[in-house]
């Protein structure tokens, strides 16, 4: 942003009276809200995830602007309420990291320009080649391309996409003065995605006409100047919105090529309740995108996961990395987190993934953590053959509270398709456990059902999906998980199927067992379980408090 | 069938050791299963829905073979396995009313050829004009259509498509000599429902290719020949398997214009677990259909609603009538109906359906009980003015323990779309309680979370679902339902949503509440209750058994 006339706060007690003046091109900074300066928080509540990126204090719903620097640091922008905890009053926060877990608070990046348009959702892009004019000494200058909302007494009116740019890599933004960029007087157009297609030389902007079902997609050469090139509509649920699209390009397994991917969060109205991603499979030639089918593909099969974004700038030869939403809208805004801890939202962990075309479903898109192993304290119990057999784990004394655990059935006999691994993570002092279990050849299944500190009409308990044994999978079937206090989430055959579950007990997990049933002769079950990192933990100060990058650039 | 041979019981106890001799065409009754003689059952115990069909003992699972008689009798035939209270040994149990509320039990109609096929689900037409060479002596001969799927030591084998033909109305069946009359060699190819198309003077079946995910179109001239048209395939939600395909041609609201209907089972993999329909709107040309749009439609927003069928016969410009299956294949054999009651499986209510063109979601089936009112005992409650109130109801003198229900607001201004109705019906004894509610302009949700006379890892608890007011509701939002004890049928402005949902109760259900709140001023809700008749207790002998109908045709 551009501050010619900014107010640097000296006492903290008077800014919630503050507003800031602002110059032509407009900058709100509303009372109580920390200029320049990270939000600090408390990192340490029973409720809050540890190697799961959430917000210092206040609400955090759609990761935003995600990229990766020159520099190796990844830059998480999100959808920001830093006044209250629940949506509204919608600022981009900004944290970075340099491994995707371990995050530091940066002071927010983008403001309202004024008390009645709010910043919602949108992408960032490197433009290296200074395509937009605005970098005319620099290769790293950084544009944000958002969605401009207006609120007015609380309706919302016009949503136009505005663009920000950035000299020092992303922690200070300008709001560009000829804003809106993209404007075509409708009061559901928002959440652009933007990058760089070579073969046309072209910026491509996903964006959505929510309550039509419709991305559209446009063309710029400069992030300024956009030009309508196709639409992609009434596709798979519909839900009554389309939200937060993305187009990416990733890799194909087993082959050297590379597919498109149209990916779409739908809210209200999943068919679970509130908010969940789909996606499309197809081709994209710089202007349309195609559909490989008429298929309908859910992204995560339970009811925490929405809004995902891929970072931009990584090439489509290698896996994508996205960040997704860990929560619902139907009941986001009454979590406990909030008022016992004073926040509400996390991310998932990131993920890494890519395009298969497995039997009888086919493409599908694959996904595990990224680099989850980077996140390894130890391992603190394991076992080379818990075959119809339970494994008992107190893990009280991991601080973090974060396990990830691997099961790996091994030497399946293709006529012989059976065995399943359960799992159940479970309170000492209250009782409550989550559990889950996936079954070769069938189904996987998660449930919440005997967790009490959170209920509510939406709070849906179970999960379910199926699976099909591959020959691919050379005689193995696995399950994978990282529990972080309050989230959940599991991955079945290397990411083949995914599901996102948050909860809420009214104390700790803190066992865990793990146990195997209907194992063959000569089936091979391993199963170990590592302890994670206490990301935040590392950065909190004598008080307790994560005060995050205090020397702003 | 055709029995040459059979042998007449005269003595039950001996039954369990009788296998039929048959004849070329075979037909093997298996031991313990009355021949031409209906099965009897005791529909008194506490989970057993009044008005709702449910099989006199055993299992049932698909409705097949729906159509009604030029008399206005109704006739269900369904997936049955007499022996069992799991699926298993596939018949065709068979059932008529003269209202599609009170069901006569009729003898079991279609039978295992020998005791490694099964007949698995598959429908019925009335050969008015004798286009199959059965039937030169009358224009009421029944064929029924349906898969002969080899099982084998527990092993799936050959499935391929079979008929049977009827002199008597569809009370008693022959198998045709000339079975198969469609194989294409495949363990995966079945539930055949036909229909005729008098554009192409041609019999046209949909029969699905189920873990292809594909329906296949054929046509023939006489039910015996039949050749491949067209192929629909990869649409929607795939699960593992597409099942029950039906093709059928409805009314579209507000014209007087007709479209069809795609309308297909997936099984296992919904998106809330297990099994669920989705259904296309579109245009068949007597061999091809076409999908309006690339959008995925769910048909019931909870998770016991599966196989429905339309019945065969009714013209495309009437409402289309269907009978579902309500139940989920990942916990229908588990239900304690089993153990407790000695039958498992159950009907939904008749619905009667049409296409609509919503706003925003566009195409929609919209589907209400059929002619309910038909089973009104007594209204036992109402309100003309329940404005921010609560109606508290005991019904523990309906002997039924069956209601319906109806609240409505009206004089919505559409500037001010607020209200809600909630209802909860619990049970005075245990506690224990269903609920769910309606919000105009909003969400729609169901509860049996507070139930707990059954739980498994994928009885979710939850369901919801959203919706948008329409000014062609003039003012009105309404929910209405059928409560009748273990199943809750709800439907929103007047079948725009539904679903279905069962439940199992350690106590009867007898207390009902209805409250709204955030009525706005000069706004009405009115609210009645109907006590909904004993339509098996009617049929009941002075043991309490229901025989159905002894006086076999």
Tied chains: 1, 2.
Aim: glycine letters at 10%.
């Amino acid at each position: 942003m551009y501050h010619s006339l900014v107010l640097i706060f000296s006492l903290g007690f008077c800014i919630s009276q503050i507003v800031i003046a602002q110059n032509a091109t407009n900058t709100y900074v509303g009372p109580g809200i920390p200029y320049a300066t990270p939000v600090s928080g408390n990192y340490g509540g029973a409720l809050r995830p540890q190697v799961h990126f959430s917000p210092p204090k206040g609400f955090m719903n759609d990761p935003n602007g995600l990229f990766v620097d020159a520099n190796g640091t990844w830059h998480l922008y999100y959808q920001y309420n830093p006044t209250d905890v629940i949506a509204g009053n919608q600022h981009w926060g900004h944290a970075t990291s340099a491994d995707l877990y371990t995050w530091i608070n940066q002071p927010i990046a983008l403001w309202p320009p004024n008390d009645f348009t709010f910043i919602y959702s949108g992408s960032a892009v490197i433009d290296s080649n200074n395509t937009s004019g605005f970098f005319p000494n620099q290769d790293n200058g950084v544009v944000a391309i958002f969605t401009l909302a207006q609120v007015i007494n609380g309706v919302g009116g016009l949503q136009a996409q505005g663009i920000a740019y950035s000299y020092d890599g992303g922690y200070s933004f300008n709001m560009y003065a000829g804003n809106p960029v993209l404007n075509i007087n409708s009061t559901q157009f928002r959440d652009p995605k933007v990058f760089w297609y070579p073969g046309t030389q072209k910026w491509i902007m996903v964006v959505s006409y929510a309550s039509d079902f419709t991305v559209g997609i446009y063309t710029s050469p400069n992030l300024k100047d956009w030009t309508h090139a196709s639409n992609f509509s009434h596709h798979g649920l519909l839900g009554l919105q389309y939200e937060c699209p993305n187009l990416v390009e990733m890799p194909v397994a087993g082959s050297n090529s590379t597919m498109w991917l149209m990916f779409i969060s739908i809210n209200p109205g999943a068919p679970l309740g509130g908010s969940i991603s789909q996606y499309f499979p197809g081709s994209f030639n710089g202007t349309h995108f195609i559909a490989v089918d008429q298929v309908s593909r859910i992204a995560d099969f339970a009811k925490d996961n929405y809004a995902g974004q891929f970072f931009s700038g990584i090439p489509g030869s290698q896996p994508q990395i996205q960040l997704d939403w860990s929560s619902n809208w139907q009941y986001t805004g009454l979590v406990p987190t909030g008022p016992t801890e004073g926040w509400r939202g996390c991310m998932t962990v990131p993920r890494e993934s890519y395009l298969e075309q497995l039997p009888s479903v086919g493409w599908t898109l694959i996904s595990v953590p990224y680099s989850i192993s980077s996140q390894f304290l130890k391992e603190i119990t394991s076992s080379d053959d818990l075959k119809n057999g339970t494994l008992l784990l107190d893990y009280s004394q991991v601080s973090s509270g974060a396990l990830y655990f691997e099961a790996n059935i091994t030497g399946l006999n293709p006529d012989i398709l059976a065995g399943t691994v359960n799992f159940t993570f479970a309170s000492s002092a209250s009782g409550e456990y989550v559990k889950g279990g996936t079954m070769v050849n069938g189904i996987t299944w998660l449930s919440r059902h005997n967790i009490r500190g959170f209920d509510n009409p939406y709070f849906t308990d179970k999960f379910s999906s199926n699976g099909i044994y591959s020959g691919s999978q050379n005689g193995s079937w696995t399950i994978s998980g990282v529990l972080d206090r309050t989230i959940l989430e599991i991955f079945v055959n290397g990411g083949q199927q995914s599901a996102t579950m948050t909860f809420y007990p009214t104390a700790p997990l803190d066992m865990l067992w793990i146990g195997t049933n209907s194992i063959p002769e000569n089936v091979r079950v391993s199963v170990a379980v590592w302890a994670l990192k206490d990301a935040w933990a590392t950065q909190e100060n004598f008080n307790g408090t994560v005060v995050g990058n205090v020397t702003s650039t």
